[in-house]
Structure formats: structure tokens, C-alpha cells
Nanobody, 124 residues
Framework: QVQLVESGGGLVQAGGSLRLSCAASGRNFSSDRMGWFRQAPGKEREFVSTIDRSGTSTYYADSAKGRFTISRDNAKNALYLQMNSLKPEDTAVYYC?????????????????WGQGTQVTVSA
């Protein structure tokens, strides 16, 4: 049974930072491309960032470029999202997701495994 468990969300003031973590189990973590998505109230889930299996290639949504950093530790079966310079519009539930697709994918429909999400709230 694949399990992805996010943590690290919370309430932070605009301009602050948070580091999200995702603990993976039940799969060969290093075989999966991983991604972060988010869903704000009343909006569809949107892509934030993705990282390849080895952790050497990353890709970001325009909204995350220059502020967020995705990383992974395959030895620990862990995925991270460092979020700096947070803005109120970053408020959302953040999800980690896994895909066996070997190439870059940003659509949620290409990710077959999902965590339960962690709430990030950025106050103005």
C-alpha cells in the first residue's frame, strides 16, 4: 500500500517561510518522479513543482519560481518543499504526489499516488 504523508504546514505571515515534508512508504521511492500540488478554496488543484527520480532535475510553476525549492532524499524516502517569501495567495492545501512516468509531467492526472494534504495559510 502506497502511503504519502505531508507535514510542515501552518500559519505564517506574508514574507515568511515554511518547509513542507512528505514521507513516502510502500513503493520504491527512488523510482518515482515526485511533485507538489496545491488547492486553494474554490479553485482547482494546481501544479507547483516536480523533481525527477534522482533529484537532479526540477521544474516549477511560474508562481513558485524563485521562491520555492523542491528537493528529495531518496535514502530517507522523503520529499521537501522549501517555501520562502510567502504571499497570501500561496494559501492552500498542499499535496505531494508520485508518478511512475519517466518524463516531466505537470498534470495532476499523470500522478497516481497522493497524500492527504497539509494546510498552508499565509496572513497579510
Amino acid at each position: 500500500q502506497v502511503q504519502l504523508v505531508e507535514s510542515g504546514g501552518g500559519l505564517v505571515q506574508a514574507g515568511g517561510s515554511l518547509r513542507l515534508s512528505c514521507a513516502a512508504s510502500g513503493r520504491n521511492f527512488s523510482s518515482d518522479r515526485m511533485g507538489w500540488f496545491r488547492q486553494a478554496p474554490g479553485k482547482e488543484r494546481e501544479f507547483v513543482s516536480t523533481i525527477d527520480r534522482s533529484g537532479t532535475s526540477t521544474y516549477y510553476a511560474d508562481s513558485a519560481k524563485g521562491r520555492f525549492t523542491i528537493s528529495r532524499d531518496n535514502a530517507k524516502n522523503a520529499l521537501y518543499l522549501q517555501m520562502n517569501s510567502l504571499k497570501p495567495e500561496d494559501t492552500a492545501v498542499y499535496y505531494c504526489a508520485a508518478t511512475s512516468a519517466p518524463f516531466l509531467v505537470t498534470s495532476q492526472h499523470n500522478y497516481g499516488y497522493w497524500g492527504q494534504g497539509t494546510q498552508v495559510t499565509v496572513s497579510a
